[in-house]
Nanobody, 127 residues
């Protein structure tokens, strides 16, 4: 059974930075694509960023491109989301997800490509 544990959420002001971490156990992390998603109150869970198994290819939602960076450390079974220039509209619960496949190929139906999910970490950005 795969377990994903997110950390690093909190309350920050607009313009601040925050780094989220997600540590995986129970499966070979280094052969799995990983993603970050977020869900604001009353809204659907949206794609934020993702990376193939080795970090060689990354994907971003247009809303975070240029501000967020996804990276991974396969030696630590951890994927990160560096969030800079945060905006109030970034407020959401952020979820980490793992795909059994090493490659995502594109962001089409990317949520359905994920097989395991963490429980989320709350990020609140005040104006």
């Amino acid at each position: 059974q795969v377990q994903l544990v997110e950390s690093g959420g909190g309350v920050v002001q607009a313009g601040d930075s925050l780094r989220l971490s997600c540590t995986a156990s129970g499966r070979t992390f280094s052969t799995s694509a990983m993603g970050w998603f977020r869900q604001a109150p009353g809204q659907e869970r949206d794609f934020v960023a993702a990376t193939d198994y080795n970090g060689g290819t990354t994907y971003y939602a247009d809303s975070v491109k240029g501000r967020f960076t996804i990276s991974r450390d396969n030696a630590k079974n951890t994927v990160y989301l560096q969030m800079d220039s945060l905006k109030p509209e970034d407020t959401a619960v952020y979820y980490c997800a793992l795909a059994r496949n090493p490659y995502l190929y594109d962001t089409t139906d990317i949520r359905s490509k994920m097989d395991y999910w963490g429980k989320g970490t709350l990020v609140t950005v005040s104006s």
